[in-house]
């Protein structure tokens, strides 16, 4: 570069003879050039940095002045997963909020369809009903209680048929549930007038009350309540002797649940603890009209703030249509038209609506199961059969409820069973097969004939549905009849060496003399009928059999029978009538035998049905008590030294057994009369419909 400079530049001028240095003389001129030209600085480091600025969307930008930024700008600066966190917990919280509206809607939807259904059936000049009056007055337990209004339409309530609670004088009438009653549910339409008629069955001539309304075969509309059902005496005020021990019974049964399952289905007293079947509080619910009848206002009480504040249905569980019929909504009906307590009507009628898509079958025959909370109806995992006893025996329950409710939808489903029943091929002389189809509607496991489990209820409530709607209904009359017919002709024997008259099974024409413990309804079941003008020999064999209950548990060792006996039929030497195998003598605190002696004493008078009863009474408080608290079922009936408790107290022991013992040392033919109220097989009594009043 230097040589190229010199011959581009030519010979130096005086003003560049300073920039040249002669060879020798290089140091003196570069310090020169030094102090002429001083080295620049070195640059500073280069710094690349951002400056973020949190504020409420905007943000400062070196010239002071704020601008709003852009959205799309921040979701741009996030990483990809935190987008994608984002997008999902928004579409996750979308996808919640769909469902929980589609469950709100549905049902929003099924209260309003119920509305307008009930709306259509209320009348243009609905009957005056009096007011039940509760028990005991408890305003601590209405304060979510709407203020009352001036009603806008007649409320329905019971037929002025209620028990006064025991000692107690009368209240006001319900104030907090009437609002809300009458808003849920409007009147239903009277029945239209038909004219008597007289049944005639083998010598039995059966003239229908005057003036008793005649229910619709159709279920055009529900029979209504009436305000002229003779009024029930108070229980009485000082119980015998007798029945206070079964009060005491009831109370150390009561005291081991309170304890150890309060709230549960089911106690299991001697490992102090519970079990669960529906989880809906079974035992309570079932025990309800228990404590009213003995009259333990403080146990009841107690009870219904359970069911007010703790009961709900809407839970995803499966519940068996029978069983929940006849425990729960027969239970919270009795209650209902003993305390007049609106609270277990909303409560019955909130049940009986969730159990309705168990009849959504091809053929209206229901399946077993259904789960209240979802509504998805299904017959047992092993089979699409559904027994008779179950689907015939609801009937009752579900009428009731559309009388009260004025929703016939209720009543309808039930009869249409009945009626499909009725019409049926492949009876023998009245008697049914134990199974049905829920697809085709037809008897299934034909040839076998039972009054033992899966049949025997279908014949108690052909007689109690005939006395509930005012002995009208011929159909339900004529196959009772020949119902017990036909079990003389095929299925009644007679043992040996005491000669008890009992009924057996018939499989395929062969006769087995095998009976369960649950056949010992019958004798009940005759009496009422012969009480209720059926012909008089029905009384002889409820007579006969009812001995023949009682020697089931008379020959036992511990005084309880088995649930289920073989009778001899053959003289033997050292045999006894009633022979049990080992997988029999179990006893599961049944209430039959005692259900039956009820009934034979309250209509006869015989005490000594009263005296059986106190040793079955006695035998339970020797071999089932369990000190801590409740009664347990036993394994083996035939060993008093060691029955093998089972570790369960059924619900039906406080719900039906101890009612009935108590009811049985009654003296007082008033109390539950039986020209007033019929009892379902869970014994929950409900009232007998009455003849209309007279306008």
Not at 71 to 77: L, T
Not at 155 to 162: A, F, T
């Amino acid at each position: 570069m230097a040589a190229r400079r010199c011959r581009t530049s030519g010979a130096p001028g005086p003003s560049q003879s300073g920039l040249l240095t002669p060879l020798g003389g290089g140091a003196p001129r570069a310090a020169s050039a030094a102090v002429m030209y001083p080295p620049l600085p070195p640059p500073p480091p280069h710094r690349d940095f951002i400056s973020v600025t949190l504020s409420l969307g905007q943000s400062y930008d070196g010239s002071k002045s704020w601008r709003r930024r852009s959205c799309w700008r921040k979701w741009k600066q996030l990483s990809r997963l935190q987008r994608n966190v984002i997008l999902f917990s928004l579409t996750f919280l979308m996808l919640c909020g769909f469902l929980s509206y589609i469950s709100v809607a549905d049902q929003w939807r099924a209260v309003d369809g119920r509305s307008a259904e009930e709306q259509k059936t209320r009348p243009a000049d609905p009957p005056v009903l009096p007011a039940p009056q509760k028990a005991d007055a408890h305003p601590e337990n209405m304060q979510g209680a709407l203020p009352q209004k001036p009603q806008r339409h007649f409320r329905r309530g019971p037929p002025n048929l209620h028990l006064r609670a025991p000692g107690k004088d009368s209240e006001d009438p319900r104030q907090g549930d009437t609002k809300r009653r009458d808003e849920a549910v409007g009147d239903a339409h009277q029945e239209e007038s038909t004219q008597r008629t007289v049944v005639s069955w083998r010598g039995a001539v059966i003239e229908p009350q005057p003036g008793t309304e005649l229910p619709s075969r159709k279920a055009e509309a529900p029979a209504r309540p009436s305000s002229q059902a003779p009024r029930i005496q108070n229980p009485a005020a000082s119980p015998n002797e007798r029945q206070r021990a079964v009060i005491d019974a009831f109370r150390h049964a009561w005291a081991g649940y309170r304890k150890f399952a309060w709230g549960h289905d089911e106690l299991k007293p001697v490992s102090r603890s519970f079990s669960e079947w529906f989880g809906l509080g079974l035992t309570l619910i079932d025990a309800l009209d228990t404590m009213w009848i003995l009259g333990l206002k403080k146990e009841f009480e107690e009870a219904r703030k359970w069911v007010s504040k703790k009961l709900r249905f809407q839970k995803d569980v499966d519940v068996n249509l029978f069983e929940s019929t006849i425990r729960i909504l027969g239970g919270l009906l009795s209650a209902y038209h003993l305390s007049g307590d609106e609270l277990f009507l909303r409560k019955a009628e909130d049940f009986g609506n969730r159990l309705m898509p168990a009849f959504q079958t091809p053929s209206k025959i229901p399946y077993s199961d259904v789960n209240i909370g979802t509504g998805a109806a299904h017959p047992p995992r092993w089979t699409s059969d559904s027994t008779v006893a179950e689907v015939t025996s609801i009937q009752l329950e579900f009428r009731e409820l559309s009388r009260l409710t004025g929703s016939k939808k209720f009543q309808e489903a039930a009869e249409e069973v009945t009626r499909h029943v009725h019409s049926l091929s492949g009876k023998k002389d009245g008697l049914v097969p134990m199974f049905i189809n829920t697809h085709s509607g037809l008897f299934t496991h034909m040839g076998v004939f039972t009054l033992g489990a899966r049949a025997d209820s279908y014949y108690e409530y052909l007689l109690k549905q005939w006395i509930q709607g005012g002995k009208q209904e011929t159909q339900l009359l004529e196959d009772y009849l020949e119902a017990i017919e036909g079990i003389r002709r095929h299925l009644l024997r007679r043992s040996e060496p005491r000669k008890l008259t009992f009924v057996g099974e018939l499989a395929h024409g062969r006769f087995s003399a095998k009976m369960d413990h649950l056949v010992c309804f019958l004798p009940g079941t005759l009496a009422l009928g012969a009480h209720h003008g059926l012909p008089a020999d029905h009384m002889e064999l409820a007579r006969a059999l009812m001995d023949t209950c009682y020697q089931m548990n008379r020959q036992m060792e511990t005084g309880l029978s088995p649930e289920i006996v073989h009778f001899n039929l053959y003289p033997q030497n050292d045999h006894k009538d009633v022979q049990v195998k080992p997988a029999d003598r179990h006893n599961l605190l049944r209430p039959e035998t005692v259900e039956s002696l009820f009934y034979l004493y309250r209509l006869t008078g015989d005490r000594k049905y009263q005296d059986w009863g106190w040793e079955i009474l006695q035998s339970f408080n020797t071999y089932t008590r369990v000190p801590s608290g409740g009664y347990s079922s036993i394994s083996n009936v035939q060993d008093p030294l060691n029955p093998q408790p089972r570790d369960k107290m059924e619900s039906f022991f406080l719900g039906e057994t101890l009612k009935y013992l108590y009811l049985l040392f009654s003296d007082d033919p008033d109390l539950l009369s039986l020209d007033t109220y019929v009892f379902n097989t869970e014994a929950h009594p409900l009232p007998i419909w009455a003849p209309p009043r007279e306008v």
